[in-house]
């Protein structure tokens, strides 16, 4: 049995406060940047800027995991979603699905974090043997 490879690993951290800030002045960008599934997801909570601050992370671990820069997908084209055990995922649509596909990846793993000041994400993009 063959393992898979290694196609590309993309990390991203993000400080809290700024990006609650940037929800605050913006309302309308969460909409943009989040699935409506992401958003009902931080809603839980009571402070929904750490989770959604590791999320905006994991879109952009994933554009580095994939070696594209910045705005070559449309940010909502990533999803985290979360497996029944909690594990976080990472869906694909559209373009970056597109992306993902042309450079021969078939699964990815994920890790998020966040303390009080910072969330972090790393992507790790799989293909085949």
């Known amino acids: 049995m063959s ?18 800030l940037a929800l605050q002045r913006t309302p309308r960008i969460a ?8 958003r009902g997801y931080a809603a839980r909570f009571r402070d929904p800027a750490p989770r959604l601050a590791a999320r905006f992370a994991t879109k ?14 449309a940010m909502r084209d990533v999803e985290v979603v979360r497996q029944p055990s909690g594990q976080p995922e990472v869906v694909l649509y559209r373009r970056a699905a597109e992306l993902a596909g042309a450079r021969g990846v078939v699964s990815w793993q994920l890790t998020l974090t966040h303390t009080d000041e910072t969330a972090q994400a790393i992507a790790l993009a799989l293909g085949g043997a």
């Open 3 to 20: 393992s898979p490879g290694v196609v590309g690993i993309g990390t991203d951290l993000v400080e809290i406060e700024r990006f609650r």
């Open 60 to 73: 952009e671990a994933v554009m580095k995991a994939l070696g594209v820069g910045l705005w070559k997908f």
């Open 31 to 38: 909409e943009r940047l989040f699935s409506d599934a992401e």
